[in-house]
T-cell receptor, first 111, second 114 residues
Framework: GENVEQHPSTLSVQEGDSAVIKCTYSDSASNYFPWYKQELGKRPQLIIDIRSNVGEKKDQRIAVTLNKTAKHFSLHITETQPEDSAVYFCACYTGGFKTIFGAGTRLFVKA | NAGVMQNPRHLVRRRGQEARLRCSPMKGHSHVYWYRQLPEEGLKFMVYLQKENIIDESGMPKERFSAEFPKEGPSILRIQQVVRGDSAAYFC????????????FGPGTRLTVT
């Protein structure tokens, strides 16, 4: 079945450093890849997404890259700030109305 | 424009009781998704509904769980004869009629089974 693997499960960086989270997927028909940020006790919030006809997308300090051949995509956060601390989920839309989520990465940004 | 609404936000049930979780999508959205999130884990797809139709329920447990999205009113996720393992946060999300991929999440219902 469809599967999304996300690494690392925990990431600790110093304020101002960059953070990179990687995901791989199994279904080659997948065509939409969103990233969500979830703070403790709150709802997941869409922070950036990318479609399969694009290799890279950037929004201020956040960027996402997609390699369709290798079936992996990554989230890049530059100049991290303490408020970036949260759990980040990648997801993969399989086209069959189902969105498969990665297991999450807990990001700690130390001031 | 109100976002996705869910109620109740917290629900406590004893083993064997029924739990009813409600989700009102964003205005103009007719696609609703339900997800379950266990503590310290990711989101697991349960079911995808459009008005009056269940489109994909491949993530729903075969027994005790059901979902509906009537023509009028919120979407309902119903869990009969709850067990302790049902304790989790249940999130719904909605997306627009035009089938856009973006999903917007509600605040979740935290179900505790005692």
């Amino acid at each position: 079945g469809e599967n999304v693997e996300q690494h690392p499960s925990t990431l600790s960086v110093q304020e101002g450093d960059s953070a990179v989270i990687k995901c791989t997927y199994s279904d080659s028909a997948s065509n939409y890849f969103p990233w969500y940020k979830q703070e403790l006790g709150k709802r997941p919030q869409l922070i950036i997404d990318i479609r399969s006809n694009v290799g890279e997308k950037k929004d201020q300090r956040i960027a996402v890259t997609l390699n369709k051949t290798a079936k992996h995509f990554s989230l890049h956060i530059t100049e991290t700030q303490p408020e970036d601390s949260a759990v980040y989920f990648c997801a993969c839309y399989t086209g069959g109305f189902k969105t498969i989520f990665g297991a999450g990465t807990r990001l700690f940004v130390k001031a | 424009n109100a976002g996705v609404m869910q109620n109740p936000r917290h629900l406590v049930r004893r083993r064997g009781q029924e739990a009813r979780l409600r989700c009102s999508p964003m205005k103009g959205h007719s696609h609703v998704y339900w997800y379950r999130q266990l503590p310290e884990e990711g989101l697991k797809f349960m079911v995808y509904l459009q008005k009056e139709n269940i489109i994909d329920e491949s993530g729903m447990p075969k027994e005790r769980f059901s979902a509906e999205f009537p023509k009028e009113g919120p979407s309902i996720l119903r869990i009969q004869q709850v067990v302790r393992g049902d304790s989790a946060a249940y999130f719904c999300a909605s997306s627009p009629e035009d089938g856009a991929y973006e999903q917007y999440f509600g605040p979740g219902t935290r179900l505790t089974v005692t």
